[in-house]
């Protein structure tokens, strides 16, 4: 049986809707539920090999996008620890975007 995707498309389609669930006006429903509110985490990324972001030149990919909201998510953050500093970053549309969705 098929759907009419090839495997890129269903791989697409499902990071569609796993983005719109973490990234909603709700937030993710399962951290909410699990993790408490005021909770603060840390965590140390470690590459065992070089990585790539593949895939990033095509603006209307869900893997772009999941990048750049998160690239986005993580400035603004830092934007709230330094004063808005660089105030031409923490002023870009991108960012404030991330701040007042609460990403």
Same mark, same amino acid.
């Given at each position: 049986? %098929? %759907?009419?995707?090839?495997?890129?498309?269903?791989?697409?389609?499902?990071?569609?809707?796993?983005?719109?669930?973490?990234?909603?006006?709700?937030g993710?429903? *399962?951290?909410?539920?699990?993790i408490?509110?005021?909770?603060?985490?840390?965590?140390?990324?470690?590459?065992?090999?070089?990585?790539?972001?593949?895939?990033?030149?095509?603006?209307?990919?869900?893997f *772009?996008?999941?990048?750049? %909201? /998160?690239?986005?998510?993580?400035?603004?953050?830092?934007?709230?620890?330094?004063?808005?500093?660089?105030?031409?970053?923490?002023? %870009?549309? /991108?960012?404030? *975007?991330?701040?007042?969705?609460?990403?």
């Amino acid at each position: 049986m %098929s %759907s009419g995707h090839d495997d890129a498309g269903l791989a697409s389609d499902l990071l569609n809707l796993a983005l719109r669930e973490d990234l909603g006006d709700d937030g993710d429903i *399962t951290s909410k539920a699990f993790i408490p509110a005021e909770s603060v985490s840390r965590a140390k990324i470690v590459a065992r090999e070089g990585c790539i972001a593949s895939g990033l030149s095509t603006a209307s990919s869900p893997f *772009t996008a999941a990048i750049l %909201s /998160a690239a986005n998510y993580l400035t603004a953050s830092i934007c709230q620890t330094t004063g808005n500093m660089p105030a031409d970053v923490c002023t %870009s549309p /991108a960012v404030k *975007t991330a701040v007042h969705k609460g990403l």
